[in-house]
């Protein structure tokens, strides 16, 4: 049976919002793909999460934080004027930074690893559900793993492959608002990006003094 799909009116982001937190998976937007979205603290989540996509729950998840200055919490680097020139610029946006993690991060999100991932999205129904949590979340694309590969999961793609799997479907956006987010890797030695997306090599650079930045 396929999940209710919630509006995004005040009523619809709560009962999206009391589902997260009380261990559930839903869809929901964000500045790309519609994600399955779910509480970094619940490791039963996600695992069911891996399960929705048929992944091996090996890699680690993104954590989206809802304000941009609060990057300092989840993460550390020797750089902070670099991260905070890159936060001024793109967040909210589509830039997701990889840095050292701060203890604060749950392992499981990191799947033991040192590193964190952190985006912060500018969807307005996205913030509106951060909002109503009042924490950060973890999402992956809601669609099957190896089946919606070079494009983007919208809502008609994300129920058809995981609409009877997830709790709600959080509408807000067709496809998001932009093609790609990128994603650059500050906590190596040189500053990588690990996936191109909207925000460009150029975009970057033009913003941070004293490196370039590099493709892996």
Do not use: H
């Not at 913030?127 to 669609?143: E, F, G, I, K, W």
Request: glycine content about 6%; charged content about 25%.
């Amino acid at each position: 049976m396929t999940a209710t799909r919630l509006e995004p009116t005040p009523e619809g982001i709560a009962t999206a919002a009391d589902c997260v937190l009380d261990g559930g998976v839903i869809v929901a937007p964000s500045d790309t793909n519609l994600a399955l979205t779910l509480d970094p603290w619940n490791e039963a989540a996600i695992e069911r999460a891996f399960r929705i996509k048929n992944r091996e729950p090996t890699d680690p998840l993104t954590l989206f934080i809802r304000d941009p200055d609060d990057w300092r919490e989840w993460a550390t680097t020797d750089r902070p004027a670099a991260i905070d020139a890159l936060v001024e610029a793109f967040w909210p946006g589509p830039l997701n930074i990889v840095l050292p993690k701060t203890d604060a991060v749950p392992d499981r999100v990191v799947a033991g690893g040192e590193t964190v991932a952190l985006g912060c999205l500018s969807n307005p129904t996205w913030r509106r559900l951060a909002a109503a949590v009042d924490q950060p979340l973890c999402m992956t694309s809601a669609n099957l793993t190896g089946q919606a590969d070079d494009q983007l999961v919208d809502l008609d793609l994300a129920v058809e492959q995981v609409g009877d799997r997830v709790d709600y479907v959080l509408k807000g956006g067709a496809q998001g608002t932009t093609q790609s987010s990128t994603i650059v890797d500050l906590g190596s030695a040189e500053p990588t990006i690990l996936r191109r997306g909207d925000i460009t090599a150029a975009n970057l650079d033009s913003v941070v003094d004293g490196f370039r930045f590099d493709f892996d």
